[in-house]
C-alpha cells in the first residue's frame, strides 16, 4: 500500500517533466491548440483511462499526441493504430485527431490475437523479471465495443476501422502516415505491420510500438539484415529498447511499455552542443 501511494505521488511530481515538451508553446502552434486547449485534452485523456479498459496508459498517449501536435499542418497523412483491443488509445488518438483534422485508421481483427507461431507464444520482459505468454483469441475487443466507446468518450467522426488480420488488410492501405502505433503483441504480426507501413511513414515522422519492454520485439528494430531484405533501408533502432520510454514509475526506476523509431531524422531539427559543437 505505501510503495503503491509512492509511486502515485513519484508519477504526479514527474509529470510536469514528463509533459514539457506536450505544453511548450510551439508544440500545437500550426493547430492554434493553446495551454488551456492541451490542459483540456490531457484531462479527457486522463479521465478516459478510468472509463475504457486499456492496456497502455495515458501519459504515453500523450507522448504520441505530442508527436501529432508537432507535425506541421502542411505535411499530408494520417495517423494509423495497429491493435486497439477495446479502444482506450483510438480514443484518446481521436481526440488529437479531431484537434489537427486528421483521420484515424484503426487495424484490427476483432477477434483477438491470431494463433501465435511456437517462437510467439512467450516473451521476456527482463525489467519487469515476467514472461507474458500468447494465445489465439485474447486480448479481444469486438467492433461493437470499440466503436461504442471511441463514440462515447472519442471523435467517431474521423475514425475508420480496417476489419481483418493485418495480412489480409495492410496490402490494401496505402495513405501516407505521419504517426503509427503498434500495440500488436506478436513478433509477426509486427513484421507484417513494419513491411506495409513504413514505407507509407513520412520523413521524420515516428512509429511507436507498445512492446518496448519486451525482448523479442525491439530486437526486430535492431536486425540490420531484416531491414535490408524486406524495406531496402538501414534498421532505425527502437529509442526505449528493453524497458521503455521513463514515463512511469517502476521498481529500479522509471518505465513503460512505450517505445519509438524515427524514419530518416531531420537532422536539422536536432540541437547543437555548445561546449562540443555536436548535434543532439
Known amino acids: 500500500m505505501i510503495a503503491k501511494f509512492w509511486k502515485k505521488f513519484v508519477m504526479v511530481l514527474s509529470i510536469p517533466i514528463i509533459l514539457s515538451e506536450y505544453f511548450a508553446p510551439a508544440t500545437g502552434s500550426d493547430y492554434s491548440a493553446g495551454f488551456f486547449t492541451k490542459l483540456k485534452l ?5 479521465s ?25 499542418r502542411t505535411v499530408q497523412g494520417c495517423v494509423v493504430e495497429c491493435g486497439s ?9 481521436s481526440l488529437v485527431c479531431a484537434l489537427c483534422e486528421r483521420r484515424l485508421e484503426v487495424f484490427d481483427s476483432f477477434q483477438g490475437l491470431p494463433a501465435p507461431l511456437n517462437t510467439d507464444k512467450e516473451h521476456v520482459l527482463v525489467a519487469a523479471h515476467e514472461v507474458h505468454s500468447y494465445a489465439e483469441g485474447a486480448l479481444c475487443g469486438t467492433l461493437r465495443e470499440v466503436q461504442q466507446n471511441i463514440s ?33 503483441d506478436l513478433v509477426g504480426s509486427l513484421e507484417t505491420c513494419l513491411k506495409q507501413l513504413w514505407p507509407l511513414l513520412q520523413d521524420g ?22 531491414w535490408r531484405a524486406n524495406l531496402g533501408c538501414p534498421a532505425p533502432g527502437l529509442v526505449g529498447a528493453g524497458n521503455g520510454l521513463g514515463l512511469l514509475p517502476s521498481s529500479g526506476g522509471f518505465g513503460s511499455a512505450l ?7 531531420l537532422v536539422t531539427n536536432f540541437e ?8 543532439r
Open 152 to 184: 462515447r468518450y472519442g471523435a467517431m467522426n474521423c475514425c475508420n476501422f480496417n476489419v481483418g488480420f493485418f495480412e489480409q488488410t495492410l496490402p490494401d492501405f496505402s495513405r501516407r502516415c505521419i504517426l503509427i502505433f503498434l500495440d500488436v
Open 259 to 265: 517505445g519509438y523509431a524515427v524514419k530518416n531524422p
Open 42 to 46: 490531457a484531462y479527457r485523456m486522463a
Open 85 to 93: 483491443y477495446k479502444g482506450g488509445s483510438a480514443a484518446n488518438l
Open 205 to 226: 515522422c515516428y512509429l511507436f510500438t507498445h512492446e518496448a519492454h519486451h525482448v523479442e520485439i525491439p530486437s526486430v528494430f535492431f536486425r540490420e539484415d531484416w
Open 48 to 72: 478516459n483511462r478510468r472509463k475504457i479498459s486499456t492496456a497502455s496508459h495515458f501519459l504515453e498517449h500523450l507522448i504520441m499526441a505530442t508527436q501529432i501536435l508537432k507535425v506541421p
Open 272 to 279: 547543437v552542443n555548445p561546449q562540443t559543437g555536436v548535434v
